[in-house]
């Protein structure tokens, strides 16, 4: 089992930054990759950012040169910093992660980006 706990949402002017934070616990020896992704209003589920175990990195097009992934293996968190953010980056972000051949995915945080 393994839990993930998103937070650093919120309300932003476009423009604006933020960093989202994803904390893992349980069973986390046998995380390999984590991503981050995100549901607009009446959308579908989007990936945005991926990290692999290696460090190597995945960036949606509609992400690349303003949001980065991190990780902190030690504190067992990833990251997202959010730049330049755009009215369409309004979303619920979810952190996910697969281990022993299950997919879990946090609760969520809401990032709402006013024009």
């Known amino acids: 089992q393994v839990q993930l706990v998103e937070s650093g949402g919120g309300l932003v002017q476009a423009g604006g930054s933020l960093r989202l934070s994803c904390a893992a616990s349980g069973s986390i020896f046998s995380i390999n990759d984590m991503g981050w992704y995100r549901q607009a209003p009446g959308a579908l589920r989007e990936l945005v950012a991926r990290?692999?175990?290696?460090?190597?990195?995945y960036y949606a097009d509609s992400v690349k040169g303003r949001f980065t992934i991190s990780r902190d293996n030690a504190k067992n968190t990833v990251y997202l910093q959010m730049n330049s953010l755009k009215p369409g980056d309004t979303a619920v972000y979810y952190c996910?992660?697969?281990?022993?051949?299950?997919?879990?995915w946090g609760k969520g945080t809401l990032v709402t980006v006013s024009s």
């Open positions: 990290i692999f175990r290696s460090g190597s990195t």
């Open positions: 996910k992660t697969a281990a022993g051949g299950m997919d879990y």
